[in-house]
């Protein structure tokens, strides 16, 4: 009997909490202006992860581990542990973003796994070294991502931010997404929103969105609502992200689901929702 009744309660648990989820995303802002450009080709970084990468020539070329944001909040490189590595010391390569070419089911790098081979190594602590990031753009033959092509420090922060489309206040160095990833959201006022759970870019590499998880209970239920990355600032010292927002008004936006990236109308409704300009509006 008891075990009846346990059972049961963990059913009419996961139905409420179904009917929390199916009526918290009932909420629809999705309202495309016409004659507005719409927000397309947008990639999840949990995505890009699972993905299959291949070399120019077609053959596989390894997983994609990580990305690198740079100093001014766009994605520069990705993080490749090509095939063939070594399991008790892995290999890393830094590849520029404009090297690889996105897919929906597999990405593909405009270098031959041949090339992979001699690339320069790619190490977290790399990240606050000196001009790690211009060997490695000069070994694919492209122009650094940040800085203009000047040799720089690459925790060094341009003054010209006119071009600075999604920059996250308070970045001062090149992070990897997964140091993003888990970490805290709180409101002006201190209190915990919950964590980013994933980031959403797109395909000239601009973040868009950190995906906010909040709620649930021992895992089951979590909900999930997108942030534009231009409300969030961070806060190195206690290493953790402000949103400009109150918690009750994050948490009562609309619910993200991956079918959402597919609405051309979701992107600015979420834009406006939390009282921001959808860059990709802007004249320029």
Same mark, same amino acid.
């Given at each position: 009997m008891?075990?009846?009744l346990t059972?049961?309660?963990?059913?009419?648990?996961?139905a409420f909490?179904g009917?929390?989820?199916?009526?918290?995303?009932?909420q629809?802002?999705?309202?495309?202006?016409?004659?507005?450009? *719409?927000?397309?080709h947008p990639?999840?970084?949990?995505?890009?992860t699972?993905?299959?990468?291949?070399?120019?020539?077609? #053959?596989? *070329?390894? &997983?994609?581990?990580?990305?690198v944001?740079?100093?001014?909040?766009?994605i520069?490189?990705?993080?490749?542990?090509?095939?063939?590595?070594?399991?008790?010391y892995? &290999?890393? !390569?830094?590849?520029?973003l404009?090297?690889?070419?996105?897919?929906n089911?597999?990405?593909?790098?405009?270098?031959?796994?041949?090339?992979?081979?001699?690339?320069?190594?790619?190490? &977290?602590?790399?990240?606050i070294? =000196?001009?790690?990031?211009?060997?490695a753009? =000069?070994y694919? #033959? !492209?122009?650094?991502?940040?800085?203009?092509?000047?040799? =720089?420090?690459?925790?060094?922060?341009?003054?010209?931010?006119?071009?600075?489309?999604?920059?996250?206040?308070?970045w001062?160095?090149p992070?990897e997404?997964?140091e993003v990833?888990?970490t805290?959201?709180?409101d002006?006022?201190?209190?915990?929103?919950?964590?980013?759970?994933?980031?959403v870019?797109d395909?000239?590499?601009?973040?868009?969105? *950190?995906?906010?998880?909040?709620?649930?209970?021992?895992?089951?239920?979590?909900?999930?609502? *997108? !942030?534009?990355v231009?409300?969030?600032?961070?806060?190195?010292?206690?290493?953790?992200?402000v949103?400009?927002?109150?918690?009750?008004?994050?948490?009562f936006?609309?619910?993200?689901?991956?079918?959402?990236l597919?609405d051309?109308?979701?992107?600015?409704?979420?834009? =406006?929702?939390?009282?921001?300009?959808?860059?990709?509006t802007?004249e320029?």
């Amino acid at each position: 009997m008891n075990k009846t009744l346990t059972l049961l309660s963990f059913l009419a648990l996961i139905a409420f909490l179904g009917g929390v989820v199916y009526g918290h995303a009932d909420q629809s802002i999705s309202q495309s202006v016409p004659g507005e450009k *719409a927000f397309s080709h947008p990639h999840l970084f949990s995505e890009i992860t699972r993905a299959t990468v291949k070399d120019s020539q077609g #053959g596989y *070329a390894g &997983r994609i581990t990580d990305l690198v944001i740079d100093p001014e909040g766009g994605i520069s490189f990705v993080i490749l542990s090509p095939m063939g590595m070594d399991v008790t010391y892995e &290999r890393l !390569v830094a590849l520029p973003l404009n090297t690889v070419t996105f897919d929906n089911k597999y990405l593909v790098l405009d270098t031959t796994s041949e090339k992979l081979v001699n690339a320069p190594l790619f190490r &977290r602590n790399y990240l606050i070294a =000196r001009n790690w990031a211009e060997d490695a753009n =000069r070994y694919f #033959g !492209v122009q650094p991502s940040w800085g203009g092509g000047r040799e =720089r420090d690459s925790c060094e922060m341009t003054t010209d931010v006119s071009h600075q489309i999604s920059m996250i206040k308070g970045w001062n160095r090149p992070y990897e997404a997964t140091e993003v990833v888990g970490t805290k959201v709180r409101d002006p006022q201190g209190e915990e929103v919950g964590k980013i759970e994933d980031l959403v870019f797109d395909d000239k590499g601009r973040i868009s969105f *950190a995906i906010v998880g909040y709620g649930g209970f021992l895992g089951i239920g979590q909900n999930l609502v *997108a !942030v534009p990355v231009n409300s969030l600032s961070y806060d190195e010292e206690s290493r953790h992200f402000v949103v400009d927002a109150t918690k009750e008004k994050t948490q009562f936006a609309p619910l993200f689901s991956k079918k959402a990236l597919d609405d051309p109308g979701w992107a600015d409704g979420i834009y =406006r929702y939390f009282g921001q300009q959808p860059y990709w509006t802007e004249e320029k």
